[in-house]
């Protein structure tokens, strides 16, 4: 479910007008005139909200408590008990048609307000506001925190105590621990990147989630965080981040780890705790990363990798084994180069 700091649900809806909104059939013996009162991800829904199965997280699926979900049509054999299934040829189109019904405001933190500083704002003691900083509705915002120029702090961002917020940093959709460092240029909570394409293009799915920093965690100059699609972005407690790194929608960094300049990380990742990350290294989506992994710069991720050892090349692989195959490449390139000089 939507955090409701964040975001404005215009439902309840029937069943029938929000299939009808997606182009999918009402069930048969299906009551039309149900309620239904959210969306919400697999693992979140209840009895009272619509979710969707897109083939991915099979687990979830089996074991959701959503009311609806939506399916593609080969999706027909099995099913969580009391689950509804709504089959659609396009199961990414059809929820981000009913997703939009009851977020119709969810792409960006626009609000007005007269004051820089919202009225319904909380602001602890002893906090630094250097000029042109905006804080909106709700925001919350810890003890002996500093915030720099032109800082924007979205509707019902919470920011703990000791924090440094850099100037133009841009924060929204967030909850943000004590001693968070955040310097100048940041982005976080922006909307992840989610689209179900198609022959006529690509219809946005709504980002409908948070972006979760736990205490002491450094994000570098102009990084930027992407918010969950449903669920949370999760930054573990004492993470380091470089300059302008990317971190996709859903992602999970563990504690303690470090992640260096330019590193891209697709969206729906895990870490463990302790990992490194070195600069420009790429992370492919759905990737799970073991605790104190360590990637040298460059390196290219497509797949799991164990915890404990240390990899590098693309595809990544052992270092060791990275480096063997450098030293035979770098050999054979200058057997070559003989043999073409004799």
Known sequence: MADPRFYDNRGPFRVA?????????????TDGAALVFDVAGLAQAGSPHLSFFDGRGKTHFLGTKAGWCIVSNKVRDFAPQKTILLSSAVVGRAF???????????ELDINAQELAIHPSAKLGEGIVLAPGVVIGPNAEIGDHTRIGAHAVIGRGVTIGRGAEIGSHAAIGFTHAGDDVVVQPGVK????????SSGAD??????????VIIQDRVEVGANTTIDRGALGDTTIGEGTKI????????????????????????????????FVVVGGMAGIADHVTIGDRARLAGLTGVPRDLEAGRDYGGIPARPIRDWHREMALVAKLARKGKRSTDE
């Open 242 to 273: 470089d300059n302008l790194v990317q971190i996709g929608h859903n992602t999970v960094i563990g504690r303690h780890c470090i992640i260096a300049g330019q590193a891209g990380i697709s969206g729906s990742v895990v870490f463990g705790d």
């Open 201 to 210: 293009g690509h219809t946005k799915i709504p980002q409908l989630g948070r």
């Open 188 to 195: 976080i909570g922006s909307s992840g990147f989610g689209f």
């Open 17 to 29: 007008e929000l299939c009808a909104r997606a182009n999918v059939e009402v069930p048969q013996k």
């Open 96 to 106: 981000a048609a009913i997703a939009r019904c009851f977020y119709p405001e969810h």
